[in-house]
DNA sequence: TTGATTTTGCAACAATATTGCAAATCATGT
DNA sequence: ACATGATTTGCAATATTGTTGCAAAATCAA
């Protein structure tokens, strides 16, 4: 089982209220998170900064990674456990759900390489797909 | 060559100062566009609204697609002719370069097919790769 | 428990995006 | 070329989103 303190233990952050609840929240949702669904969904209300520089953190900390969208929010998700601090290991396929918007991780699906032109070299790559997720299509 | 005035036309929209010159602005560009660079690098001063505006009739018309980014900035290129309104063929791979930071549509690459998990139904696909563009690579 | 360090919340601010409406511009038919 | 109707623009006001400095509060380590 994930566990909130663990993992800001095991990232050396203090343990504090706000980190527990917004990590706890992303430990329960299956989607990703924009910082709007972060401050609707919390019980216990924060100060938008407060989420704001949490969101930061756990990101510098490889505690969660970013999904490239196409509207002017980013997205937030938890990385599995082989995300290290400042070196994201979340080449996997981003699927967003036209019906119920969510945004799903696709662990085990790795974004393929591609052939680029003369020049080019490649250091990160990202992909999302859109369409029908799983839950949906019934 | 690519005429402002005859792809507005083409889609039927009216040609006005402001679509000719941002439009303008698109071709002679090789990279993408935020809606701040193209407030900078228009001459003539166009509303901040008229802008806004005017990037979404394109959009919704199929002259310029979006492109996602994980900073939340929302970016802009010219379709190819192949877009239809509201269907765009936008499929092919973006580059963002970590030295210039422009982002270059790669018409060439197209994203490729990835197997997804049972019950997931891809629509739409859009693939960024970051690193080192040609230009910059010397 | 105490003291040093980190984190939080407040306030102020900056930047970005949206809406309604009157004036200006554009397209169409004559 | 001109008048008319439809579309587009600019302005003003407002909403939303993101950032910074600093004092108070919470956390950590001894």
Redesign the pocket.
């Known amino acids: 089982m994930l566990d909130s303190i663990d993992i800001?233990?095991r990232n050396?952050?203090?343990?504090?209220?706000?980190?527990?609840a917004?990590l706890d929240l992303f430990i329960d949702t299956d989607g990703a998170l924009?910082?709007?669904d972060i401050?609707k969904n919390i019980s216990?209300?924060?100060?938008?900064?407060?989420?704001?520089?949490?969101l930061?953190?756990f990101f510098e900390n490889g505690i969660i990674h970013q999904i490239p969208t196409t509207d002017?929010?980013?997205l937030y998700a938890l990385c599995k456990d082989k995300c290290e601090a400042g070196h994201h290991h979340d080449e996997h396929v981003h699927f967003i759900c036209n019906l119920c918007d969510k945004t799903i991780c696709l662990d085990e699906v790795t974004v393929p390489q591609v052939k680029l032109p003369k020049g080019f070299k490649p250091l990160q790559k990202a992909m999302v797909v859109k369409g029908i997720c799983a839950e949906c299509k019934n």
């Open positions: 800001l233990k050396t952050l203090s343990v504090t209220e706000s980190r527990k917004i924009a910082h709007a401050e216990n209300d924060f100060d938008r900064v407060t989420v704001y520089r949490t930061q953190t002017n929010t980013v």
